[in-house]
């Protein structure tokens, strides 16, 4: 089975920085796509970034230039860097696997109730 682990949230003041990873374990098909979300209560679940199998990166508008998200194969990790970070970042942050699936063509951000394995989260505060 697949396991996804995330680390790395905590409290940052605006302008800050903080790279979330999430540990990656399990037959995970190379054909997959690899995304970030965030979750504020009573809202609704956002999509941050994701990761095609062919590393393309994708990033919502809200995020694009500030953050970056990558992945190191031989650990198995996929990383969240975030940058110049605004209160409005605070938030759970999930990341997520779509088995066989590719990010592409908007995909990642239409189909979020159809990625397969989801992390338990890691809480980001900026204040």
């Known amino acids: 089975d697949v396991q996804l682990v995330e680390s790395g949230g905590g409290s940052v003041q605006p302008g800050g920085s903080l790279r979330l990873s999430c540990a990656i374990s399990?037959?995970?098909?190379?054909?997959?796509?690899m995304a970030w979300f965030r979750k504020v209560p009573e809202k609704e679940r956002e999509a941050v970034a994701a990761?095609?199998?062919?590393?393309?990166?994708m990033y919502a508008d809200s995020v694009k230039g500030r953050f970056s998200i990558s992945k190191d194969n031989t650990k198995n990790i996929l990383y969240l860097q975030m940058t110049s970070m605004l209160p409005e970042d605070t938030a759970m942050y999930y990341c997520?696997?779509?088995?066989?699936?590719?990010?592409?063509?908007?995909?990642?951000?239409?189909?979020?109730?159809?990625?397969?394995?989801w992390g338990q989260g890691t809480q980001v505060t900026v204040s």
């Open positions: 990761l095609d199998s062919d590393g393309s990166p």
């Open positions: 997520a696997a779509a088995i066989g699936t590719s990010c592409s063509g908007g995909w990642w951000l239409r189909h979020m109730d159809e990625y397969n394995y």
């Open positions: 399990g037959d995970v098909d190379t054909d997959s796509c």
